[in-house]
């Protein structure tokens, strides 16, 4: 019986875990792992009892990126048929960039090319401090195009100007440093101990409130701070005040209770 490429599981409370399972190969995308992220990211989406998602690597390294077979394969595709690729890659990292649900990324060893736009998809991301880092698309003759609009949305254009350009390795640190990494952790083992951390603080909070503030993050991205920006805002807090998780949350504090959807 094949190996899983990626295993899904969700305790008790409602947080899944996505694992990436190809260790023999660092985690490479093919698109048969591309096919099932996109699977297992829509079935998150869609089990309203999911609270918060964990995305890991099994084995010494995050994802490396694109799988070697993969690219000599590519290498022979029309371009229809790598635009068709170029498509299912976006697709998987547009659905982990929407999941409605906060998401986490635990990266031990390292994230190179198309691995860092998993982590620059992903809410929060702890790393291993001895991780590494690359952007090393240009090093191959090619550019990083459908990671780029979440990696540059992590880093900044400057910082990827850098990156992208000399294709240059860096280590947790810098990750932290530019915006890649939320927090360093020493060694693998405190990987899920410091996911727990976030894990208890998520659960305090309510579902559709989390999914809510995901949208308006991305929603005041670059807007100009004006009267259509300000009205945008006035209707949301006005719409939250009125669904019943707003309605809940407000009594619940008023009243020194917990709401509902605390653990």
């Known amino acids: 019986m094949a190996e899983k490429t990626i295993l899904v599981d969700t305790d008790s409370r409602g947080v899944a875990t996505v694992t990436l399972n190809r260790p023999k190969v660092h985690n490479a995308f093919d698109q048969a792992l591309v096919a099932r992220l996109t699977d297992a990211f829509a079935n998150v989406a869609a089990d ?9 690597g099994r084995g010494e390294t995050f994802c490396a990126g694109a799988d070697l077979h993969w690219m000599r394969r590519s290498a022979d595709f029309s371009k229809e048929e790598n635009e068709q690729d170029a498509h299912r890659l976006a697709a998987m990292l547009r659905a982990l960039n929407d999941l409605p649900v906060p998401t986490i990324a635990l990266v031990q060893g390292g994230a190179y090319g198309g691995g860092l ?29 459908v990671i780029s609009p979440f990696v540059v949305g992590a880093i900044g254009a400057r910082h990827a100007r850098r990156y992208f350009l000399t294709a ?37 909070t309510a579902r559709g409130a ?5 949208r308006l993050i991305a929603d005041v991205v670059d807007r100009p701070l004006g009267d259509e920006l300000m009205e945008d805002m006035a209707r ?12 809940e949350g407000t009594s619940a504090f008023l009243e020194r209770r917990k709401p509902p959807w605390v653990h």
Do not use: Q, W
Request: hydrophobic share 50%.
């Open 117 to 145: 736009g998993l982590l620059a998809a992903c809410d929060i991301v702890v790393a291993v401090d001895n991780c590494k880092f690359a952007f090393t698309e240009t090093r191959l003759g090619l550019i990083p195009a």
């Open 210 to 214: 989390d999914a809510d503030a995901k």
């Open 48 to 56: 309203d009892s999911i609270r918060a998602m964990l995305l890991r």
């Open 236 to 247: 949301r807090i006005a719409g939250r005040r009125a669904t019943a998780e707003g309605k």
């Open 168 to 204: 240059e390795r860096f280590d947790a640190r810098e990750a932290l440093r530019i915006g890649l990494a939320h927090e360093l952790v020493e060694g693998e083992a405190a990987l899920p101990g410091r996911a727990e951390a976030f894990i208890k603080r998520i659960l305090k």
